[in-house]
Nanobody, 123 residues
Framework: QVQLVESGGGLVQPGGSLRLSCAAS????????MGWHRQAPGKKRELVAV???????NYADSVKGRFTISRDNAKNTVYLQMNSLKPEDTAVYYC?????????????????WGQGTQVTVSS
């Protein structure tokens, strides 16, 4: 199994910043794309940002210019730097990762989600 653990959520005022972290652990052979999603109350989960192993990124239009996704491949960790936060950014943020894991004497694909971390933007 591959586990993802997020950290860094909390309460912040509008215009403030937060940095989320997500560390993957387990029988990891390689990780392909890593990403962040969010789900606000009463809304569907949406993609926030995604990053490939070589660092190519893609962002939701609503966060472009404010959020930055990065990763440390040696640590199997992905980050989300969130600046100029708005009340509409309030949500539970989930990280996810997909790749290959060691299984018995071979490899198998995995796709894992973290447990989520709450981000609340309010004055």
């Amino acid at each position: 199994q591959v586990q993802l653990v997020e950290s860094g959520g909390g309460l912040v005022q509008p215009g403030g910043s937060l940095r989320l972290s997500c560390a993957a652990s387990g029988s990891i052979f390689s990780i392909n794309a890593m990403g962040w999603h969010r789900q606000a109350p009463g809304k569907k989960r949406e993609l926030v940002a995604v990053i490939t192993p070589r660092g190519s990124t893609n962002y939701a239009d609503s966060v472009k210019g404010r959020f930055t996704i990065s990763r440390d491949n040696a640590k199997n960790t992905v980050y989300l730097q969130m600046n100029s936060l708005k009340p509409e950014d309030t949500a539970v943020y989930y990280c996810n990762a997909a790749g290959l894991m060691r299984f018995d004497s071979g490899l198998r694909e995995f796709g894992s989600w973290g447990q989520g971390t709450q981000v609340t933007v309010s004055s």
